[in-house]
C-alpha cells in the first residue's frame, strides 16, 4: 500500500496492538491537517508568499484527499497563513476518513464496543503492520543518519512539532531532528513552506494547551 504523509503520522500516532491515539487529539488532528500542506507543497503545488499559503499549481495530483485539500485552498477567495488553513482543513474530520481508509485498505481492523451497554467505542489495531513497520524503518534509517527523501524529512518534522518524536522514537537526537528539518533535502522554497506548516502545527499546540492551562 502505497500511503500520504498524513497516514504515515496517524500510523504512528496510534497503538498498533489497543488501536488507540497515543497523541492527544489537537496535536494528532493538527499534524494530519500539517501533513497534507507540506505534501502539497513537496509535489509542487503550494509555496508560501508574504508568510500566507498560495496555490502555485492547482493540477490535482490524483490522490483523493491531497486534491481536496488543494481544491479547496484554491478556492478560498481571501490568501491565508498556514496555521489558519491547519485549523481548517478539519482534522478531526481528517482523522475519521483516513481511519477508514486504511481499514478498507487492509492496515488496520475496526473493532466497535459499548461502556456500560451504552457509550460506543471505536478502536483500529493494526492488521497488517508491514506498513508501519516500513514508516518506522525510514524514520529510524534517517535519524540514524541516512540521507533523508523529502517525505521522511516531512513526517520527521511534523512528528517533531507535534512533541510526539521522542516518545515514538526514544533514541532520537535534538541535534540530528535539527539538522534534518533544515537541511538541503528539497529546494529552499520548497523547506521555507514546510517549515512554516511545521511551525503552524507547534502553534496549534501551543495555543490549545496555554488555553487549556489558563481556563
Known amino acids: ?23 492527544g487529539p489537537i496535536g494528532l488532528n493538527a499534524g494530519l491537517a500539517g501533513a497534507l500542506l507540506a505534501e502539497l507543497a513537496i509535489m509542487g503545488r503550494l509555496s508560501l508568499a508574504d508568510k500566507k499559503v498560495v496555490v502555485t499549481d ?3 495530483v490524483g ?3 491531497l486534491d481536496a485539500a488543494l481544491a479547496r485552498i484554491a478556492a478560498e477567495a481571501e490568501v491565508r497563513k498556514p496555521e489558519w488553513w491547519v485549523d481548517k482543513l ?10 477508514v481508509r486504511l481499514v478498507e485498505g487492509g492496515v488496520l481492523s475496526e473493532e466497535r464496543g459499548k461502556i456500560l451497554g ?9 492488521l497488517d503492520g508491514s506498513v508501519e513497520k516500513a514508516v518506522r524503518t525510514r524514520v529510524e534509517s534517517v535519524l ?7 517525505r521522511t524529512a516531512v513526517l520527521i518534522g511534523i512528528m517533531h512539532a507535534t512533541k510526539a518524536l521522542g516518545t515514538l522514537f526514544p533514541g532520537a537526537d535534538e541535534a540530528r531532528v ?9 529546494g ?11 511551525a503552524a502545527v507547534l502553534m496549534i499546540l501551543t495555543t490549545a494547551v496555554v488555553v487549556t492551562t489558563v481556563t
Open 118 to 126: 451504552l457509550f460506543t467505542t471505536v478502536k483500529y489495531p493494526e
Open 178 to 186: 535539527k539538522e534534518i528539518t533544515q537541511g538541503d533535502w528539497a
Open 188 to 198: 529552499e522554497g520548497v523547506k521555507e513552506a514546510v517549515r512554516a506548516v511545521e
Open 63 to 65: 490522490e483523493p484527499e
Open 1 to 23: 500500500m502505497t500511503s500520504i504523509i498524513a497516514e504515515d503520522v496517524l500510523l504512528l500516532g496510534y497503538d498498533e496492538k489497543k488501536g488507540k491515539p497515543t497523541i
Open 144 to 150: 540514524d543518519g541516512a540521507e533523508p527523501d523529502e
Open 90 to 99: 478539519d482534522g478531526a474530520k481528517l482523522r475519521e476518513r483516513l481511519l
Open 58 to 60: 492547482p493540477t490535482p
